[in-house]
């Protein structure tokens, strides 16, 4: 079996595992949008958000550098440093996260009064103080089962996270609605999760030899890859919070909340690309190794081109029921953000691009090229949000990431074409965009002309719809069934 196919193997029980915890991800929101005012979920993804853009910096980065070094030292049989690089990494951690938690405290007035404008934020802010901590060394763990090379707990940790946010907070709002609920459960089930998976990382650590001490050439190699991948992941970071950053500034907490349930909403599209990613990654390296470039550029334009064909109909559908969406799902509140769903709906097209093409870029060894590429999109995401939020609000945001997304999609497939002479598929892309149109236009029809149920309505009209889009992209050729079975046949063999 060759190393394609047991990384694709590999990786597909992962991306399966992670779409059912994203799936549980995006339900937990949900429940937090039904169970708490707007303002109260706007708050939270806020105060959630900020901590989510300190933890960047956690641990100086030694957290991802544990993924790098620990597999070296098990090669080498260096026992001892591999307990090493775990201690420096609790030690990095923790001294950061009281640093941040210091900050934190004494600024959480004056953030509160003057950021948030909300006076429930001074407290929820230094709840999160101890949610930063239990995340971090949680996160810790994750990276070290990644480290070991245990995919199973490195991908069921985040099920089991999930699992239990949402099973806990359906008890805590059983007794008490309030933001206050959702943040003790958040406590809870990270404490819980770092007691059980210590337990699990013993036991993967029973088998080395040595003691654990503080490596001075261990621990200055680990800082300095880290402070390099915090580096490269502040764009992702940027490109990913800044929207509700910025909005939170000018804008007010219900504002915020309402884009928080769109932006989730629009990201499970991003799945049919992470998919993608999770194959072509491996592929894209063995391939560019064994310099077969002309294989490399078909198979890459195959997967723009059917790539594109699947993400076509999901948006089409999401776009064209957008309002009915987040009624159903968060609640009438929230059905404001269907215009900016719409425009994030159009953008995550182009970020798709990006992430396959991204993908590509890292399996040919040019990753710094990428990550240029995000922080850009990230810089130019940043100062459209200060030039549109103040007046637009979450219509600003929207536009802003649609703008950026377009922005890294088209510059990073020009960049990729300098080392691989793809031929892209544009003439199976205009058919995919002209049968999609029509597909809209049919969804519309069917709307006006059908009185019933809004469930029962969006289910038949979408599976109407999506058989005709099916049959038309046959019909066009954009989808070759049997190169389809052929290249699935391949991967799963």
Not at 48 to 55: I, Q, V
Not at 129 to 149: D, N, P, T
Not at 271 to 295: C, G, H, N, Q, R
């Amino acid at each position: 079996m060759s190393y394609t196919k047991r990384a694709v193997k590999g990786f597909m029980i992962v991306f399966v595992i992670n779409i059912i915890a994203a799936f549980l991800g995006y339900l937990i929101r949900i429940v937090l949008a039904r169970n708490l005012t707007v303002a109260e979920y706007g708050l939270f993804f806020s105060v959630f958000t900020l901590m989510s853009f300190l933890g960047v910096f956690i641990s100086l980065g030694t957290n991802e550098s544990i993924v790098k070094y620990i597999p070296e030292f098990l090669v080498k049989k260096q026992h001892s440093k591999v307990k090493s690089a775990l201690l420096i990494t609790a030690v990095c951690t923790l001294a950061t996260v009281i640093v941040f938690s210091i900050i934190i405290f004494f600024l959480s007035q004056p953030l509160a009064n003057h950021y948030f404008r909300n006076p429930l934020a001074e407290p929820v802010l230094l709840l999160f103080i101890a949610i930063l901590l239990f995340v971090s060394f949680k996160g810790m763990l994750r990276q070290a089962f990644q480290a070991l090379q245990d995919m199973r707990l490195f991908s069921f940790m985040y099920l089991a996270e999930n699992s239990l946010l949402l099973i806990m907070l359906f008890a805590a709002f059983a007794f008490s609605q309030t933001i206050f609920s959702a943040a003790y459960v958040y406590i809870a089930v990270n404490l819980l999760l770092i007691m059980i998976f210590t337990l699990f990382l013993k036991k993967s650590l029973y088998s080395l030899t040595g003691k654990a001490s503080i490596d001075k050439k261990v621990l200055k190699d680990m800082v300095k890859f880290g402070i390099f991948v915090i580096g490269s992941n502040i764009g992702g970071i940027m490109i990913l919070y800044t929207d509700t950053l910025v909005l939170t500034y000018f804008r007010s907490l219900a504002e915020v909340g309402v884009y928080n349930a769109v932006v989730p909403t629009v990201m499970m599209i991003q799945f049919f690309a992470t998919s993608i990613v999770t194959v072509i990654f491996p592929m894209v390296s063995e391939l560019w190794a064994k310099k077969k470039k002309d294989y490399l550029a078909k198979g890459l334009g195959t997967i723009y081109q059917y790539s594109f064909a699947i993400m076509i109909p999901a948006v089409i559908i999401a776009l064209a029921f957008s309002e009915p969406i987040l009624g159903i799902m968060f609640g009438p509140d929230y059905i404001g953000g269907a215009i900016p769903m719409q425009l994030l709906l159009v953008g995550i097209v182009f970020f798709g691009l990006y992430s396959i093409t991204s993908a590509a870029l890292n399996g040919i060894g040019k990753p710094a090229i990428s990550t240029k590429i995000l922080l850009q999109g990230a810089l130019l995401n940043l100062i459209l949000n200060l030039l549109l939020i103040p007046t637009m609000g979450m219509l600003g945001a929207a536009l802003s990431s649609l703008i950026s997304y377009v922005f890294t999609g088209i510059y990073s497939s020009l960049k990729l074409a300098r080392f691989i002479e793809i031929r892209m598929p544009w003439l199976s892309w205009l058919k995919t965009v002209a049968i999609g149109i029509i597909m809209l236009l049919l969804i519309i029809f069917l709307s006006d002309l059908l009185v019933m149920n809004v469930y029962a309505k969006i289910i038949m009209i979408s599976a109407i719809a999506g058989i005709l889009y099916l049959v038309l992209v046959i019909i066009a050729k954009v989808i070759d069934l049997k190169e389809l079975v052929s290249l699935l046949a391949h991967i799963v063999k």
